[in-house]
């Protein structure tokens, strides 16, 4: 069973930068894809940006990219969101996702992940 905890969030203002990061254990890490969604308050959960397996491959929301980069220390059994000029519609929980399956996909949102962390707040103020 593997686990995620988050850390990183917090209070920015408009414009700001802000790094989460998601240490995974219980598992293989590099064999998983490893993903960033997020919750605002009453929507769904939405994707944010994954990356595959091996770490050649990364996808990004439209909304997102541009300003966010993701990345993986599969070393460190880390993945991480590098969250740059930042807006208010940014804010939301946001969750750190394990892949599925072993060499799976990355790019089918929720369906190729099965893993979730507690969530961590990015609140982004005007």
């Known amino acids: 069973q593997v686990q995620l905890v988050e850390s990183g969030g917090g209070l920015v203002q408009a414009g700001g930068s802000l790094r989460l990061s998601c240490t995974a254990s219980g598992r293989t890490f590099l064999n998983y894809a490893m993903g960033w969604f997020r919750q605002a308050p009453g929507k769904d959960r939405e994707f944010v940006a994954t990356?595959?397996?091996?770490?050649?491959?990364?996808f990004y929301a439209d909304s997102v990219k541009g300003r966010f980069t993701i990345s993986r220390d599969n070393a460190k059994n880390t993945v991480s969101l590098q969250m740059n000029s930042l807006k208010p519609e940014d804010t939301a929980v946001y969750y750190c996702?394990?892949?599925?399956?072993?060499?799976?996909?990355?790019?089918?949102?929720?369906?190729?992940?099965?893993?979730w962390g507690q969530g961590t707040q990015v609140t982004v103020s005007s």
């Open positions: 996702a394990g892949g599925a399956r072993p060499f799976g996909s990355s790019r089918n949102g929720e369906r190729d992940f099965a893993s």
């Open positions: 990356i595959s397996w091996g770490g050649s491959s990364t």
